[in-house]
């Protein structure tokens, strides 16, 4: 079975802070993609990655980054943290991209910025 | 981007009881899936659909692909505590990103 694995369930951090979330993927997967889950609005991507070095914005960007620099390791950073980022952060993972692909989700760092 | 409207957004039922959730779009999709979230986790893929009309079943669940491409529904069939979560929809179009519904949580009274 695939495995995503993000490095913390629950992060508390203060506003201003830089904030790294880990997600790391055991299935030779070649895409990786960041979420963020908020109430009543679903999942909405953040930044995506087809390949090792590559990124690629999702719909809301902004406030975020993200790096790869190994296949299984997909890192998504908050430069400085604010409020309006404390959310449920879901990492997913798939092995190839196109129609039909389908998406292997971790449990979710559940973020809170205070 | 494409916009998925789901709903309903909550549900209450009895066990035992049929469940019925849908999706609809104003764009074209390609392929629709569904994802259940259990309380703590991440979703997980349930069915994928790939052809406009497709009828598919996993179990207690059924699952169709509405035949202007721009909906789907998800039925669950006597339904158990566990069936409890939220359940998103997910729909695709050839080169763009998958775009997911707001989900439809399921609350299953014993």
């Known amino acids: 079975d695939v495995k995503v694995t993000q490095s913390s369930r629950y992060l508390v951090k203060r506003t201003g802070e830089k904030v790294f979330l880990e997600c790391v993927q055991d299935?030779?997967?070649?895409?990786m993609f960041w979420y963020r889950q908020d109430p009543g609005l679903g999942l909405r991507l953040i930044y995506f990655s087809y390949d090792v070095k590559m990124k690629e914005k999702g719909d809301i960007p902004e406030g975020y980054s993200v790096s790869r620099e190994k296949k299984e390791r997909f890192s998504l950073i908050l430069e400085s943290a604010s409020t309006n980022q404390t959310s449920m952060y879901l990492c997913?993972?798939?092995?190839?991209?196109?129609?039909?692909?389908?998406?292997?989700f971790g449990s979710g760092t559940q973020l809170s910025v205070l | 981007g494409q916009q998925l409207n789901q709903s309903p957004q909550s549900m209450f039922i009895q066990e035992g009881e049929d469940v019925s959730m849908n999706c609809t779009s104003s764009s074209i999709f390609n392929t629709w899936l569904w994802y259940k979230q259990d309380p703590g986790e991440g979703p997980v893929l349930l069915i994928a659909?790939?052809?406009?009309?497709e009828l598919t079943s996993n179990g207690r669940l059924t699952a169709q692909f509405g035949i202007t491409r721009k909906d789907s529904f998800l039925n669950i069939s006597a339904s158990i505590p566990s069936d409890v979560g939220i359940y998103f929809c997910a729909g695709q179009l050839i080169g763009n990103d998958m775009r997911f519904g707001a989900g439809t949580r399921l609350t299953v009274k014993p």
């Open positions: 299935m030779d997967h070649e895409n």
């Open positions: 659909l790939y052809k406009a009309g």
């Open positions: 997913a993972s798939s092995l190839f991209g196109g129609v039909g692909e389908k998406l292997f």
